[in-house]
């Protein structure tokens, strides 16, 4: 089906260890797009990526690695995760700057 | 830059009544887009309404409406007739549409208002 699907639902990990967050759209949307959802703050924008091997950071990018080899998948990596990287990650995208975004179901992600 | 501001953290609403979330923003943007996302308890973001801030005419979505004030920087959403189904955390966004702007593409969201609907 057609759509923007992330993976894994959900997650739990321990300090220090990497984790990959996984986005996948069929659309062939240029524009995708990384945000963290914490209570208080809404969503923040972590990276965000306007074609294939183009990235750039957004609002809080500390701690976090992208990449986008292929139009279709954008990977979130957390290095050396961190407490305060607990959250929940919602990835986004749309056909160009100015279009809707679409969003993913999201991930809830626990440090412990 | 953009910043958006709900300063409304919870609203009520009785089932089948008007209910107004109220939401503020500020962008360097001369051109731009306002939001607003509905989130219910299953976490999905979905598009409720928006507004291209060129256009003077108020956007409507079935129940959905908004009050855009451009020179105020206000932006509120009007639900009209609600139902249980309404009840979520609603969101407003912005966005700049300017593709040479630091704000082109990138959503910029308030803190949320969440929604209860009493029966």
């Known amino acids: 089906d057609a759509g923007i699907t992330q993976s894994p639902r959900y997650k739990i990990t321990e300090t220090g260890r990497q984790v990959t967050l996984m986005c996948h759209q069929t659309w062939s949307h240029s524009y995708m797009f990384w945000y963290r959802q914490d209570l208080g703050h809404g969503l923040r924008l972590i990276y965000y990526?306007?074609?294939?091997?183009?990235?750039d950071k957004g609002e809080v990018p500390d701690g976090y690695v992208v990449s986008r080899s292929k139009t279709e998948n954008f990977p979130l990596t957390l290095e050396s995760a961190t407490r305060s990287q607990t959250s929940v990650y919602f990835c986004?995208?749309?056909?160009?700057?100015?279009?809707?975004?679409?969003f993913g179901d999201g991930t809830r992600l626990s440090i412990l | 830059a953009q910043t958006v501001t709900q300063s409304q953290p919870e609203m009520s609403v009785q089932e089948a009544e008007t209910v107004t979330l109220s939401c503020t923003y500020d962008t360097s943007e001369s051109d731009y887009y306002l939001f607003w996302y509905k989130q219910p308890p299953s976490r999905q973001m979905i598009l409720v309404i928006r507004q291209e801030a060129y256009k003077q005419q108020n956007a409507t979505e079935n129940r959905f409406s908004v009050n855009f004030q451009k020179a105020a920087k206000s932006f509120s959403l009007k639900i009209s007739d609600s139902q249980l189904g309404d009840a979520a955390m609603y969101f407003c966004a912005s966005r700049g549409s300017n593709a040479g702007g630091t704000s082109y593409g990138k959503l910029t969201f308030g803190q949320g208002t969440i929604l209860t609907v009493h029966p």
């Open positions: 986004a995208s749309s056909d160009s700057g100015y279009q809707p975004q679409h």
């Open positions: 990526s306007a074609a294939a091997d183009i990235t």
